[in-house]
């Protein structure tokens, strides 16, 4: 098969499109045929060495989607044909945090593209369902939960949204939902917008019936977001957030903030924070070691929350609203799976609105 793979840690230049070996599908497991796989900050980390471990030559790309191709032994669920996305967390189901529901909590934890050669190729390796031990009452019984999907076809069966939709949705409801609790009225403050994990806070937030305030440098990106739906927009290249924030609120603060920056903004998002509130946060884009002074924290006993990914139960909740059309991924734009040096080029420039993507033909 075709596949984007890197021998060695570095800039976009060291992405080489080349053969490498089609992988086969082992017990419980699925081969899927990858027509698109989006883009997300976490492929430009393994890609520089940033995450450790990473088994060179290495395939990055944690979402896709495409059609079974082949299913192993004792994976009959999808039928070859069946086009299908899917969650890019593993889990083993076995550990004691499977057994509780965490999944993300996994003591073997993998996630496509990271610890395992992801989707930047024309097929992909993943597990049919998940854990046999992590089950969840679902629709009045009990079943696995699957990490597989069908495809809800968004634009006539085109793969791109359902391409876009897993890992960016799955973090910003747990974010939202899960560790926040956000709740009818509450003000949630949503940094960078323009972002995956950012617009689908957006969505998810405006649908739990909060007040949204988001920022960005972009004016442009600013009232694409009004069009979706933010109540409030800060341009924090002309103003400092946290004061704008705190003027906008009547010097009471925001009741979330939801945090992927990093070291860039972290002051200012404990400092936009009213007493009590809660930041969660799923990244360091900027760097993971911000000035911090803690007294901000205990003094006006603010809760803070690391998030990762989500768990089975997370998965089927949005995939639910993505069904009723709820919730909806936004793609910015498209690359041959060949132009993946300048996809992530663009992505680590910040210069999309939405989820990039990359193309992919069909395995022959």
């Given amino acids: 098969?075709?596949?984007?793979?890197?021998h060695q840690h570095g800039g976009p230049e060291v992405l080489r499109y080349e053969d490498a070996p089609t992988p086969q599908p082992g017990p419980g497991e699925v081969l899927v045929g990858l027509r698109a796989a989006a883009l997300n900050h976490l492929d430009l980390f393994t890609r520089k060495g940033d995450v450790p471990k990473v088994p060179l030559p290495h395939i990055g790309g944690a979402?896709?989607?495409?059609?079974?191709?082949?299913?192993?032994?004792?994976?009959?669920?999808?039928?070859?044909?069946t086009r299908v996305f899917f969650d890019p967390g593993l889990s083993d189901g076995t550990c004691d945090y499977c057994a509780r529901g965490e999944h993300s909590l996994c003591e073997r934890w993998e996630i496509l593209g990271e610890h395992r050669d992801g989707t930047y190729a024309q097929a992909v390796v993943i597990p049919a369902v998940g854990g046999s031990i992590a089950r969840y009452w679902v629709d009045g019984g009990?079943?696995?939960?699957?990490?597989?999907?069908p495809w809800l076809e968004p634009r006539q069966g085109d793969p791109f949204e359902a391409a876009?939709?897993?890992?960016?949705?799955?973090?910003?409801?747990?974010?939202?939902?899960?560790?926040?609790?956000?709740?009818p009225g509450e003000t949630v403050l949503i940094l960078g917008i323009g972002g995956g994990v950012a617009l689908a806070a957006l969505q998810i937030a405006k649908h739990m019936g909060a007040r949204v305030l988001v920022?960005?440098?972009?004016?442009?990106?600013?009232?694409?977001?009004r069009a979706m739906g933010a109540d409030v927009l800060i341009n924090h290249k002309a103003t400092d957030f946290s004061k704008e924030v705190w003027g906008i609120t009547e010097k009471r603060g925001v009741d979330v903030?939801?945090?992927?920056v990093g070291a860039a903004t972290w002051a200012g998002s404990i400092r936009a924070l009213a007493r009590g509130g809660r930041l969660v946060t799923c990244g360091a884009t900027s760097g993971p070691k911000p000035d911090e002074d803690i007294r901000r924290i205990f003094t006006k006993q603010i809760t803070i929350y690391g998030s990762t990914?989500?768990?089975?139960?997370?998965?089927?909740?949005l995939n639910r609203l993505l069904a009723a059309r709820t919730l909806r991924p936004v793609v910015d734009r498209a690359f041959p799976l060949e132009q993946a040096a300048q996809a992530q080029t663009l992505l680590e420039h910040g210069e999309h609105?939405?989820?990039?993507?990359?193309?992919?033909p069909p395995l022959s």
């Fill in 215 to 225: 920022t960005s440098s972009s004016q442009e990106k600013l009232d694409r977001a």
């Fill in 164 to 183: 876009a939709f897993p890992l960016v949705f799955l973090t910003a409801w747990r974010m939202v939902v899960s560790k926040a609790r956000v709740l």
């Fill in 142 to 149: 009990t079943a696995p939960l699957d990490v597989l999907r």
């Fill in 1 to 6: 098969m075709k596949a984007i793979r890197f």
């Fill in 63 to 81: 979402d896709g989607a495409g059609v079974v191709a082949a299913n192993g032994p004792g994976a009959t669920r999808y039928p070859a044909g």
């Fill in 353 to 360: 609105f939405g989820k990039l993507v990359l193309t992919i």
């Fill in 309 to 317: 990914m989500g768990t089975r139960h997370d998965w089927e909740q």
């Fill in 257 to 260: 903030v939801i945090e992927n």
